[in-house]
């Protein structure tokens, strides 16, 4: 036995040494194919990206040298240069775009590029570089946010150069990080694998797959001190395993330089994910180890055992020898004594037979008088025996014919049969009755029965269970009664839960609730337990006249029907329609509760009567909008005259005449005038807008200076800024116009006390709901809003008088135009937003502005130096229906130096062009003249000639006036009324000297 356990012991060291050093070279073996993997992975990826720029840079060359043949033969034909591109193009269908800028940066040329877009990549890297580097060759720039496209590209870009080699611009193609990340993700490098594409000073490219944003991942450093040194070495590719990499984790890295271009792509895979495979061999290998350590300790304790048992069989089978022979004796005494009980217990068998036959057949006689169905089963549930009244029922014509039959030998179903049988052996299981089971059965006759059975265990004198007995009633009728009583309380059941109005039932005698549906418990704010709990006559919210309409119903058995504004006894505010009816049950009265839920109607009417009123009030404002605008525009034609001529004169006259103070005033008048005339545009939504991205906390603290002259010496202005506020898209001499007036309103309101005004800005997200409150609701969108909030500590308003402030001409003050409050709310709603005023007569007023934001950085703006009057030279053609302003016109023109040709109308001004085309390099036409206006006069003369430089004149803004001219419009815009200086101003920029 020893020897058999040593050398199970030496099997099993043998078989654990074996197993160690077979998993350890598996894993060697692993770790060497994946470093394998790594590089061809690297190479393939090295291929398919180099691929790509190759065919890119082929592309470029021949774009190049086209475009430096069209230079020599003369210049660039855009269509034949864009076809040729097109060409190029197609034939390289990973990049995003070949384009071509002009040695201004000014984008001209190539796929995407649209006429007017006016892009330039002055300020690109490449760019600069080509630009100033003759000798570079391709450039390949960072992954930049596309101009045209708006993705993340990488740019390679050539030089063009001219036919005398100076600098004539730049070709350049982008290929999309998107489809570089493509070609990253046909390589599987695990779950938790990184692929990587890195500049040459490392700087993060494209990662796969993508951590973090495009914009935040881009120039990132996070390579492993181990790429830097082998880079570093000279090495370009190479394969080495990283003990800790940036996030904490080993990684098998293979990296390698993509061809002949600055960049490196590496590929880090994860030791856990390459040793998966080695791992469930592990599994396998130790289970196999330990299976068979197991079998062969359980077969050495077997063999152990097997010996043991032996030995003690053959001692107990000696000993039970001899304890038979002792038994046998004994038994042969007992068997003697027991033959001669069994003669006298055979005698008193007989005896109790006789008696048992006559109790049998009086109980037959019991058992078929009865009306009940009665039968008993065996063990088995075979039937044994029943009464006339279940034979009949089973078709059979003598009871005895029971015997020896199953259920499913009987005219029942087989389902009801599976049923009984199922009942029996309940019964004889648990040795315990079974009463009132109701059932169907199918009877001989094809009827079908209800019963109920009951069922009673039967047992022998030793109490064991012999069978079952089981007795019946036919209660069909009885049945159907309650399942039509049943299916009324259910369909009412149903009605009362289904119902989507409140119903409530209540006891007329007692006043206790008796019925209450969900909808009830809903519209109360409680639970249909708590509603049950109540009584009518306690309930305090009865109070508001529905108790004493309750008794009416009640006593006279009239419907009513009542509105109600109240509280609900669980707190919630109710506006409800109540229906109240009275009906018997078993003689009694009972009252029925239906209430309707009015609070969505009440708020829809008054929300309908609000948008009415608003509605009513947009017309007004739309119609005086049209009125104003076109008194504004006949308005700003007379002060073109006023304010021109007075400027004139100005500058013809001596500084020190006497009448130089008269025509200051004059000439102040007519401003003040214009900007009148500002006003009323503003109103009519038609002033002048300079659209830009604007801060308004900074466009307030620029007027801080201003605002502080402004107001009263008593009034202190105090400021709450939010920080790091969103720019909006505005006018900046438009919204500076409504704070000032803001500002000189509440100013105005504090009046000759001691006062505060503070002025605040913060970012807030208004929902539609708090929008459809603003001063005339234009249906804005939810989202992010700049407020700008203006607040004083004043006299405040009535309730009366603030609807009628934005009102044109309305003014509480007794020198005021009325204007001011309708231009703040005509500027605001041309920038599409909303305004909410909240004001008590007493306690102040605030007035809330609210701007959408807009995405990006608010624009700066340097202020221009005008400097002298600027003066130029050649021939000007006038065209105006006014001959005051052709006259005027003609002396400013010719201060400047210009010579002048008028015209009354467009069709004279055509004519003129006609005969005098070679000698006028501009042409100023006002907007609206007779025969032909301002629009077709500018169409008509750019037919005669396509690169004709036209300024157009109007008292209308810039942004209405160029809506009418699709395509390229005019060369610039001036509006009435305007200076020397002005008009000096837009002919410099015009002209390009």
């Known amino acids: 036995m020893a020897r058999t356990v040593a050398l199970v012991l030496a099997v099993n060291l043998f078989v654990i040494v074996l197993g160690t050093v077979t998993l350890r070279q598996s894993r060697d073996q692993y770790l060497r194919n994946a470093a394998t993997q790594g590089r061809n992975l690297t190479q393939m990826l090295v291929y398919s990206i180099s691929g790509v720029f190759d065919a890119a840079d082929i592309a470029l060359l021949s774009v190049v040298d086209e475009a430096e043949r069209q230079h020599r033969q003369g210049g660039i034909s855009t269509d034949a240069l864009n076809a040729f591109i097109i060409a190029q193009h197609t034939r390289v269908p990973a990049l995003d775009s070949i384009r071509m800028a002009d040695g201004n940066g000014d984008i001209l040329y190539g796929t995407g590029v649209e006429p007017g877009s006016n892009k330039s990549v002055a300020e690109r890297d490449y760019f600069i570089k080509l630009r100033d580097t003759p000798q570079a060759a391709l450039v390949i720039s960072k992954p930049v946010l596309g101009l045209i496209s708006g993705k993340w590209v990488v740019i390679l870009a050539r030089r063009v150069s001219g036919p005398n080699g100076a600098f004539a611009g730049v070709v350049y193609c982008a290929i999309p990080l998107e489809k570089i990340r493509n070609m990253l993700s046909t390589i599987d490098v695990g779950a938790r694998g990184r692929i990587t594409l890195r500049d040459e000073s ?6 796969f797959p993508q951590q973090l944003p495009v914009s935040t991942d881009l120039g990132r450093k996070p390579a492993s001190s181990e790429m830097q040194k082998r880079i570093a070495k000279g090495m370009s590719t190479d394969t080495y395993y990283a003990e800790r990499t940036n996030d904490g984790t080993p990684r098998l890295v293979a990296f390698s330089k993509v061809g002949r271009y600055p960049m490196y792509v590496s590929i880090a895979l994860l030791p856990d994910e390459i ?28 063999i152990y055992l097997r010996l043991r048992r032996q030995l003690q069989a053959e001692e107990e089978q000696r000993l039970a020898r001899e304890e038979l022979e002792v038994r046998v004796a004994e038994r042969t005494e007992a068997q003697r004594l027991t033959n001669e009980k069994l003669k006298l217990e055979l ?27 009665v039968f008993w089963k065996d063990r088995d549930s075979i039937y044994q025996g029943c009464n006339i009244v279940f034979a009949k029922a089973a078709g059979l014509d003598d009871p005895e014919l029971i015997a020896g039959k199953r259920d499913y030998d009987l005219p029942w179903m087989r389902e009801e049969s599976d049923a009984y049988r199922n009942d029996d052996r309940t019964v004889m299981d648990s040795n315990r009755p079974k009463y009132h089971i109701i059932e169907q059965q199918l009877q001989a006759s094809g009827r079908r029965l209800w019963v109920d059975t009951t069922k009673v265990p039967l047992c022998d004198d ?30 009412l059941e149903s009605l009362l839960a289904s119902s989507p109005t409140a119903i409530l039932v209540y006891e007329g005698e007692s006043g206790a609730c008796v019925k209450a549906n969900q909808a009830a418990a809903d519209l109360a704010g409680g639970t249909v337990q708590l509603l049950l709990s109540q009584n009518f006559r306690e309930v305090p919210s009865w109070e508001a006249g529905m108790r004493v309409a309750a008794e009416l119903v009640l006593s006279d058995g009239q419907t009513r029907s009542i509105e109600i504004d109240t509280t609900s006894s669980f707190g919630k505010q109710l506006q409800v329609e109540c229906f109240l009816s009275r009906f018997e049950v078993e003689g009694k009265h009972h009252l029925m509760f239906i209430a309707v839920d009015m609070t969505e109607r009440k708020r829809l009417e008054q929300e309908k009567r609000l948008i009415e009123s608003q509605m009513l009030h947009v017309q007004k404002l739309e119609s005086l909008g049209v009125l104003a605008g076109g008194i504004a525009h006949d308005f700003n034609n007379i002060l073109m005259v006023i304010l021109g001529n007075a400027d004139l004169a100005l500058m013809r006259m001596a500084p020190d005449a006497p009448a130089c103070e008269n025509l200051t005033q004059i000439e102040q008048a007519a401003s003040r005038a214009a900007d009148l005339a500002r006003q009323m545009l503003a109103y009519s939504g038609r002033g002048k807008f300079v659209i830009e991205k604007l801060d308004m906390t900074r466009l307030v603290q620029e007027m801080g200076q201003m605002l502080e002259v402004s107001i009263s010496k008593k009034v202190m202005l105090r400021y709450d800024f939010a920080p790091e506020l969103p720019p909006v898209s505005g006018d900046a001499t438009q919204l500076r116009q409504v704070v000032l007036n803001l500002v000189l309103n509440a100013s105005e309101a504090v009046g000759d006390a001691n006062g505060m ?26 989202g992010d809003y700049v407020v700008l909030e203006v607040s004083d500590n004043g006299c405040g308003m009535d309730r009366e008088v603030i609807p009628r402030i934005f009102d ?23 920038h599409h937003g909303a305004i909410k005023v909240y004001s008590e007569k007493g306690r102040g007023s605030t007035f809330r502005l609210l701007l959408p ?10 202020l221009a130096d005008l400097g002298p009057l600027w003066r130029g030279c050649g021939t000007v053609l006038l065209a105006d229906d006014e001959e005051s302003i052709r006259g005027l016109g003609r002396d400013m023109l010719e201060t400047m130096g210009f010579s002048v040709l008028v015209a009354c109308d467009g069709q004279e001004a055509l004519e003129i062009y006609r005969r005098h085309k070679e000698e006028i390099v501009c042409v100023l036409l006002d907007l609206t003249m007779p025969n032909l206006d301002g629009e077709q006069t500018f169409r008509a003369l750019r037919e005669l000639q396509p690169d004709v430089k036209v300024v157009i004149s109007s008292g209308y803004n810039e942004q209405e006036v160029t809506m009418k001219f699709a395509g390229a419009g005019p060369s610039g815009f001036i509006q009435k009324p305007y200076r020397v200086s002005e008009m000096s101003r837009t002919l410099r920029g015009v002209l390009g000297e």
């Open 808 to 830: 044109p001409f309305f003014t509480t003050k007794f020198t005021g135009r009325g204007l001011g409050m309708a231009a703040v709310l005509g500027i605001v709603r041309a």
């Open 757 to 782: 005004i503070v002025i605040s800005t913060k970012r807030f997200y208004c929902d539609r709901a708090y929008l459809s409150e603003s001063w005339i609701d234009d249906r804005l969108p939810e």
């Open 853 to 862: 934001c807009v995405e990006g950085d608010a624009d700066h703006h340097e």
């Open 462 to 491: 030793t109490g064991t269970v012999t069978g079952i007995l089981g007795v019946y009633d036919n209660i069909t009728e009885r049945k159907m009664i309650e399942e039509a009583r049943d299916r009324a309380l259910a369909m």
């Open 347 to 373: 005698a008193v068998r007989e005896r109790a037979e006789e008696e048992l036959r006559r109790g049998r057949n009086m109980l037959a006689q019991i058992i078929n008088t009865i009306p009940q169905f």
């Open 275 to 302: 040793l998966a495979r080695w791992y469930r061999e592990l599994t396998q290998i130790m289970s196999l180890v330990v299976l068979f350590l197991m079998v062969t300790t359980a077969m050495s304790r077997v």
């Open 202 to 207: 490392l700087g993060l490219i494209l990662r």
